[in-house]
T-cell receptor
Framework: AQKVTQAQTEISVVEKEDVTLDCVYETRDTTYYLFWYKQPPSGELVFLIRRNSFDEQNEISGRYSWNFQKSTSSFNFTITASQVVDSAVYFCALSEFNSGYSTLTFGKGTMLLVSP | GAVVSQHPSRVICKSGTSVKIECRSLDFQATTMFWYRQFPKKSLMLMATSNEGSKATYEQGVEKDKFLINHASLTLSTLTVTSAHPEDSSFYIC?????????????FGPGTRLTVT
């Protein structure tokens, strides 16, 4: 069974602060994918990143960066110089390949509140 | 590209009635679609996997007679909540995998908020 743990339920920061959202996962698969999604108050899931288990290179996209550490089974997400528009719930997810398609297991989410 | 729509976006129904939610892939065909449920301030829980032309695969604990899923075409899956009760009130989200793509590409719909009074 696979599992995704986002230990931080809620984080509050002031605009321009950097913030890191933690994600730890468990899986027996050797091939898997990790994802981060943003869910603003409207409810629609916004895809942020997908990373496969064989690619441990860190990635940067604008103010967003991701740190994938297979040794610690972590896939942390950092927002640099946070903005009020970053306020949302962020979900980390792990895919499991099963019978020709993948199913996603989501963490419980971290609510990020960025105040002006 | 890869847009998934859901209809309706919000629905209020009375206890005991049934309500149907549609999930459509607008610009691609999807052999496989998924239905998730999200309670307020909670995570997304996979309810079932919907495969075109075959029966849906339900996750443990999900009542298949209560949540009827039909995937009659490569662009449409429907979720019918039968004899709805207030505890069925939730946010329902579908996703779809484009046919022929890698199995890890899931595109999510905008969700449907169901309120049962």
């Amino acid at each position: 069974a696979q599992k995704v743990t986002q230990a931080q339920t809620e984080i509050s920061v002031v605009e321009k602060e950097d913030v890191t959202l933690d994600c730890v996962y468990e899986t027996r698969d050797t091939t898997y994918y990790l994802f981060w999604y943003k869910q603003p108050p409207s409810g629609e899931l916004v895809f942020l990143i997908r990373r496969n288990s064989f690619d441990e290179q860190n990635e940067i996209s604008g103010r967003y960066s991701w740190n994938f550490q297979k040794s610690t089974s972590s896939f942390n997400f950092t927002i640099t110089a946070s903005q009020v528009v970053d306020s949302a719930v962020y979900f980390c997810a792990l895919s499991e390949f099963n019978s020709g398609y993948s199913t996603l297991t989501f963490g419980k989410g971290t609510m990020l509140l960025v105040s002006p | 590209g890869a847009v998934v729509s859901q209809h309706p976006s919000r629905v209020i129904c009375k206890s005991g009635t049934s309500v149907k939610i549609e999930c459509r892939s607008l610009d691609f065909q999807a052999t496989t679609m998924f239905w998730y449920r999200q309670f307020p301030k909670k995570s997304l829980m996979l309810m079932a996997t919907s495969n075109e032309g075959s029966k849906a695969t339900y996750e443990q604990g999900v009542e298949k007679d209560k949540f009827l899923i039909n995937h009659a075409s490569l662009t449409l899956s429907t979720l019918t909540v039968t004899s709805a009760h207030p505890e069925d009130s939730s946010f329902y989200i579908c996703s779809a995998i484009p046919s022929g793509s890698t199995p890890y590409e899931q595109y999510f719909g905008p969700g449907t908020r169901l309120t049962v009074t």
